[in-house]
Every structure is written in C-alpha cells, then in structure tokens.
C-alpha cells in the first residue's frame, strides 16, 4: 500500500516574528541612512513594505530583506578593484596568457593609446541595441571614471574577431552578474564569439556568478576560463534546502516558496513557471545600485502596477 506525501506545513509568523520584523526594518533604515545602501531610498522601501499586508506577509518580507546583499555603486567600484589587482592576476599566475603572467592590470589597462598596445582587451559584455543603462556598459563606465582604464582597450564584443587579426591575444569579458549563462550564450551565438576562445586567451570574469552559470559556461565551452571575483553557491538561492532564510524553527524552504507562489499570484505578478522565483529559478535576492539582474526574485523588482510597488530597478 502507498504511503500519501506529508503535508507541508504552511508558513507561519514564530513566535518572535513581530520583534525581527521590526529588528530587520530598523536595521534596513539604518543601512540607507548611513550610506552602506546609498542609492537605495526609505521611501521606496516604505511603499515596497505596503505589498506586504498579514503579519505573515510582513515576516516573509523581512526574512527577504534581512537576506538582501545591495552593492551601492563604491562596493561595485571595490569589486571592479578586485578583479583587475586580484582576480585576473591569480587567474593569470595559474594559468598563463600568451604575455605570461599578467601581474599589474591596472598599469597596463591605462596605457596611452599612442603608446605601446597591450595587446589584450576588455570586452563589455553587450548586444548591438543595448541601451548605454546595460549593466556590462556601466562596468565600464566605472572603469574609466574610477580606476582610469583608458578607453581604447574596452571594446564591443562585435570588434573582437578584428582586434584577434590585429594581434590581441587576451580578452576578458567584463559584466556585473552571471546568473543561468543563457545571455552570455547567446552573444557568443550572435558575434560567433565560439571560434576565439579556442584561438586566443578568452575569460569572462563577472563581478558575481551563480555557480549554475559558472558550470554551464565551463562544460559549454571549455577553452573559455570563467573567474567571477565573488561566487554565489546554492546556499544564496532563497528556497533551497541549503537555505538558512527561513531558519526559525518553524518554516522550512518548502513552505516558504508555496507561501511566495500564493503571495505573487494574489498581487498580479504574471510570470509562469521557474520565472516566478527569477529567470532560471535562481531565486536570488543579490543586486546592485545600478539595476538588479531579473535572476533574483521578481518581488524585489517586478514593474510598478495597481497591486504592486517594486523596491528595485531592472
């Protein structure tokens, strides 16, 4: 005879839920104020917060926002640092380009274009109708204000089949976030970007990866080095067994995510699907001042509407 399935139990408020409540919101404000979230508003958090109308809705929310990581724009500034004095130097140490091992980026990203080519380049990570507001075109933005890469070696991923006949031999993509791998794939399929991986010395190296995306980038391609400075494991998609989010000795994972599935149908939220708990089900709460990646859960950033106010901009 078969066994039924237990019932999940539904979400529920603990026992000291109306107390972290207001621990996470006064912890929330105190992130704005003092300039750790610049960018990010109290008043656009107190209408996100008017989503949320049950105590039960209330302590999901909080559970949301007490897991939120917002890199304001001088986090992404530090973590562009990473990459250039850390990252791609280790990448480089183990792992040689033609140039050997590339120690100093930075010195020989600012040279003058009237001087000697490096001979390698910065690849942004875009399509030819992006918008200059794409997050890989603002990377490079910081780059040049910030760290004074010098334009000339920042090119579109449409030059670098020419740049390679020209003699470059190291390209590193440059983006913000790599979730599922899917938009990575896709530029690679409309620049035929796939026959210079093999012939030069190709790494993306995003400021964060999912570990999803990092493996099917690897098995896809695998002359293509993947380096992210920071690496998001399973434990950061919200709803995974591997989840502390919901770690009160009441909820589990499960439950949360049937209570989320009701909670987003109830507002309007049209995504079907995995979509609903961020493209790909990556179910992230991880973004920055700039915009925040749709991998994440679309009740931090889906469009303002009768039923809904966002907390975050695509």
């Known amino acids: 005879m078969s066994v039924p399935p237990l019932a999940v139990p539904a979400f529920a408020l603990p ?46 929310a ?23 004095q850390r990252t791609l130097a280790d990448l480089t140490r183990q792992d040689p380009t033609p140039l050997g091992a590339v120690r100093d980026w930075l010195t020989l990203l600012r040279t003058d274009p009237r001087g000697t080519d490096p001979r390698l380049r910065l690849v942004a990570l875009v399509q030819r109708d992006d918008p200059p507001t794409k997050s890989a075109h603002v990377i490079a933005r910081l780059m040049k204000r910030y760290l004074h890469i010098n334009e000339s070696w920042i090119i579109t991923p449409w030059s670098v089949s020419p740049s390679a006949k020209k003699g470059t031999q190291v390209f590193v993509y440059i983006d913000d976030f790599l979730g599922t791998g899917d938009q990575f794939s896709e530029i690679v399929g409309l620049e035929k970007l796939g026959p210079t991986f093999d012939a030069t010395y190709s790494a993306y190296a995003p400021l964060a990866a999912h570990v999803r995306g990092i493996t ?44 989320y599935s009701a909670l987003v149908a109830s507002r309007g939220i049209t995504l079907y699907g995995c979509d609903r708990r961020g493209y790909g089900g990556l179910e992230l709460a991880y973004t920055f001042s700039h915009g925040v990646a749709d991998n994440c859960l679309p009740i931090l950033w889906y469009p303002h509407s009768a039923d809904w106010q966002p907390l975050l901009d695509r």
């Open 216 to 259: 099917t980038l690897r098995n896809s391609y695998p002359h293509l080095r993947v380096a992210p400075v920071e690496v998001l494991s399973e434990d950061y998609s919200l709803f995974s067994p591997k989840s502390l989010t919901f770690d009160d000795g009441v909820n589990t994972p499960e439950a949360a995510e049937r209570f």
């Open 62 to 84: 909080a559970c949301i926002l007490d897991n939120l990581i917002y890199r304001s724009e001088q986090q992404t500034v530090s973590l562009i640092r990473q990459l250039l």
């Open 15 to 60: 026992h000291n839920g109306l107390t972290y409540i207001e621990e996470v919101l006064g912890r929330c404000r105190d992130l704005i104020q003092c300039g750790v979230w610049a960018g990010l508003h109290a008043a656009r958090l107190r209408r996100w917060l008017t989503n949320f109308r049950t105590d039960e809705e209330k302590y999901f």
